[in-house]
């Protein structure tokens, strides 16, 4: 830990600056940041001609995250997707990021290729495109053609952005350990698992092998289906470093003029596309978790392609279906149904009032229920349910975030194509799927089988633990643990009713030896003054000077 404080103290105090710079001295003044920065270096907050308090406090925030650079961007936008942690207002702000990052030499490229590959690039591509179809913060993609003739795209990662990602990845960690007290005290209670998940997403972002392995995987579930089609990864040129695809043309699924040359129906184009994606979350449990229009393209003959599987989202089983029965509550008008498939659906669900909590769902039932279905937006459903996931602190699956924001984006989508779009005409067939397959006969006879093996388990170590825990009782080494909570204004209570009595002590203590020094006999040569000897009138001084400075330093620590 000291290694890594040392290693990036430098980029920490550019960090503190910055923070200064917009306006967030109490972040850097309440947390141990304030001894990196100069007092002379603390208070500018003038952002060229403009001063930084005309903008929010959210969106100071923002220009924060601009200027700390790509990976700090990542975050945000990461972040962008936890309603459940972050106000409404910073979200908004985090969506506006754009991580618009220059495309390096393909020169750098060509090399990087090679390396991977252990061969000329020659030996593997007839045409290599030095112009690229894309850049971002990690790689970026150059078209090419292999010797076989077959047309592909390359993406190839930037030179030393593992490096520099395992570097910053570090700074984080350690600004979190820094002002861990402080965010917690904003409500933004783990902190570090938020910088551990982020770190684990960026390790799968930084393996091209594990987007390699994702459309595998939905090529294989999709291999039936004639109006979608994932492009086809080259494994075996494919590298951690870089991924060669299958080339896809088509335009952008919004490009509503191009679909009526090519004669089809854009209304159409827009309800298969939401057929595929709701099949991804309620069929398949997986799903391509940023269907922007660039990623999703329409080929001639109607077929929806999807591109750029680098971010995935998963629900496991009991999560789509408890997912499913909240939009099912809802539809039905049943706050309680939504209150207990939201408790089945978060991580930790601990709902100090859970009356208050159906109250609240009641009340957003009967808002979406007055309005007609043409004025009901997915948009508000969204922010509705996530500012109730964030004031009630439900800890909720990352996926359900992307897959509300992928609902957005599509109905974003849809109304470009069809003017009588509604995303909850699509939903609601799912949902009644969906609590059919929970109660099939089938998935009863599974729940079963394993609560059974579960069970079985239990009564197969249940004699070994009893025997085990009755061992220790008998051998006196049976220990109880017991976490306090809640304690720490006591403590503090304490320590300021010790801190009193020792400064009282003190105080009486240098009065009786000041009084004691009165009844001594000195030699003639004792100055008074005003008839009182000096030595006393020197320890009245120290006593007072002493219980000044012990005033002063229980102040100081009230404050800290």
């Not at 109660?439 to 609560?451: D, K, M, V």
Request: charged share 25%; aromatic share 8%.
């Amino acid at each position: 830990m000291f290694k890594n404080t040392i290693s990036n103290l430098s980029r920490i105090r550019q960090v503190a600056e910055v923070l200064l710079r917009y306006g967030f001295e109490d972040v850097v003044t309440t947390t141990p940041l304030r001894r990196l920065v100069s007092q002379s270096r603390r208070l500018s907050w003038q952002r060229e001609d403009r001063q930084v308090f005309e903008t929010t406090r959210w969106e100071r925030v923002r220009l924060i995250i601009e200027e700390l650079g790509p990976t700090f961007i990542k975050l945000a936008q990461a972040m962008s997707n936890r309603a459940d942690l972050l106000p409404e207002a910073l979200i908004d702000e985090f969506e506006k990021l754009q991580s618009n990052v220059p495309p390096f030499e393909t020169a750098l490229a060509r090399q990087i290729i090679e390396e991977e590959l252990g061969r000329p690039i020659s030996e593997v591509f007839s045409e290599f495109d030095d112009v690229t179809l894309g850049s971002a913060s990690i790689g970026q993609v150059h078209r090419a053609r292999l010797l076989s003739g077959e047309e592909v795209v390359v993406k190839v990662q930037r030179p030393g952005v593992q490096q520099k990602v395992k570097s910053d990845l570090a700074l984080l960690h350690e600004l979190v350990r820094l002002t861990a007290g402080f965010l917690q005290k904003q409500g933004l209670a783990n902190p570090q698992d938020i910088v551990d998940a982020f770190e684990r997403s960026m390790s799968k972002e930084l393996d091209y092998t594990a987007e390699a392995r994702s459309m595998e995987q939905f090529r294989k579930l999709y291999e039936n289906y004639t109006t979608f089609y994932v492009p086809k990864p080259y494994r075996e040129l494919s590298t951690a470093r870089i991924l060669v695809i299958e080339f896809v043309s088509g335009c952008k699924i919004t490009d509503k003029p191009q679909l009526l040359a090519w004669d089809l129906s854009p209304a159409t184009v827009a309800e298969n596309g939401m057929d595929i994606y709701l099949t991804q979350i309620f069929e398949f449990g997986i799903f391509h978790a940023d269907p922007h229009p660039g990623n999703v393209l329409v080929r001639p003959d109607g077929t929806i392609v999807l591109i750029d599987f680098g971010m995935v989202g998963r629900l496991t089983k009991q999560q789509k279906y408890a997912f499913a029965g909240v939009f099912i509550g809802m539809a039905r008008q049943d706050a309680r149904s939504m209150a207990l498939n939201f408790r089945r659906l978060a991580l930790t669900a601990e709902i100090p009032d859970m009356r208050a909590f159906e109250a609240d769902l009641s009340q957003l039932i009967e808002d979406f229920a007055m309005l007609d279905v043409k004025e009901m937006s997915m948009s508000d459903l969204a922010d509705a349910l996530q500012n109730i996931i964030y004031n009630y602190k439900l800890q909720v699956p990352g996926a359900v975030f992307l897959i509300l924001r992928a609902l957005v984006i599509l109905e974003g989508i849809g109304k470009v194509l069809h003017p009588n779009f509604n995303t909850f005409e699509f939903v609601a067939p799912y949902g009644a799927r969906i609590i059919k397959e929970q109660y099939s006969r089938q998935n009863l006879l599974s729940e079963a089988e394993y609560t059974g093996t579960q069970l079985l388990a239990l009564l197969q170590t249940l004699p070994s633990d009893v025997r085990q825990i009755v061992r220790k009782i008998s051998k006196g080494e049976l220990r109880l643990k017991f976490e306090l909570v809640g304690y720490q204004t006591l403590m503090r209570k304490a320590d300021q009713l010790v801190s009193r009595t020792i400064l009282a002590l003190l105080g009486v203590g240098g009065l009786l030896f000041s009084g004691l020094t009165l009844l001594g006999r000195y030699s003639p040569d004792m100055p008074y003054h005003r008839g009182v000897p000096e030595i006393t009138w020197w320890s009245l001084g120290a006593t007072g000077f002493m219980l000044l400075i012990l005033l002063l330093l229980g102040t100081g620590r009230k404050e800290k």
